[in-house]
């Protein structure tokens, strides 16, 4: 079975950005990986990473510094009848798959949120083969094999319709947007890293909520909030959300 730092030069080798992911966890194992949205790591860069961490994980960074974007599908059963996607290269994960679509010159797509998973564009990643999941499942291509960048088809502009995307009206591109590519001013942090914890509730299993989520939250506070909320206060509004969510959620339900 080949190494993570076998797939993560593979995986630069195609034209990905890559960045290593915290053993058993979904995000990676940098101070920051801003970096890497825009310019891709040299392949000495990624041997140290390994070497200091060879249980890491890899991520790729999806958008334009990638030229691929990924749907990740998590609840199929929720998806819209109207929806297909085009066979191409895929990956297992822990609730369902991911699908890679290459972009064309010029194509620009933007990141959204749904009932059924996500679309993953620029200021996002993934986390993939030959990563392992909190729960222990491994992330693995489908067919076993990793991919050459021939084998990965192009995003149809028809799907993009289905789905509804477009730069202007996506609030969840905005969103992490302001998040992952700039500074939250002190003025708008708790409203907005608020939101975020809003969002990323409904794409995490609960089981997960006080451990990998609130892991992620914590990285976006230090990194991006100028100055970072206090850590109490970022606590008692993260588990006051989650208590609404799961409110809501029961409410719902019954």
């Known amino acids: 079975m080949k190494t993570s730092l076998e797939h993560a030069l593979h995986y630069r080798t195609i034209g990905f950005s890559v960045v290593p992911i915290k053993s058993r966890e979904k995000f990676p194992n940098l101070k920051s990986w801003k970096e890497f949205e825009t310019q891709r790591a040299s392949p000495d860069q990624i041997k140290d990473w390994f070497k200091k961490s060879p249980l890491d994980g890899v991520g790729i960074v999806c958008g334009s510094v990638s030229g691929v974007v990924v749907i990740d599908v998590d609840h199929k059963e929720n998806l819209p009848s109207n929806i297909r996607f085009p066979p191409t290269t895929s990956v297992t994960t822990s609730r369902g798959y991911h699908l890679y679509y290459r972009t064309k010159k010029n194509q620009r797509v933007a990141s959204g949120n749904f009932a059924w998973g996500e679309l993953r564009s620029d200021g996002t990643l993934v986390v993939a083969p030959p990563s392992v999941h909190p729960s222990g499942i491994c992330y693995e291509w489908t067919n076993g094999v990793m991919p ?14 289905e789905l509804n995307l477009t730069d202007n009206k996506n609030s969840e591109k905005k969103l992490y947007e302001g998040i992952l590519n700039g500074e939250i001013k002190e003025g708008s942090r708790n409203s907005t890293m608020a939101s975020l914890i809003g969002k990323q509730l409904k794409l995490f299993p609960e089981s997960e909520w006080h451990t990998n989520l609130w892991s992620l939250i914590k990285v976006l506070n230090q990194e991006h909030c100028k100055p970072p909320l206090p850590m109490p206060e970022l606590q008692k509004n993260f588990k006051s959300i989650c208590n609404s969510e799961r409110a809501n959620t029961s409410k719902t339900s019954s």
Request: glycine share 8%; no cysteine; net charge negative.
């Open 148 to 161: 050459t960048l021939d084998e990965i088809e192009f995003l149809p502009d028809e799907l993009l319709g």
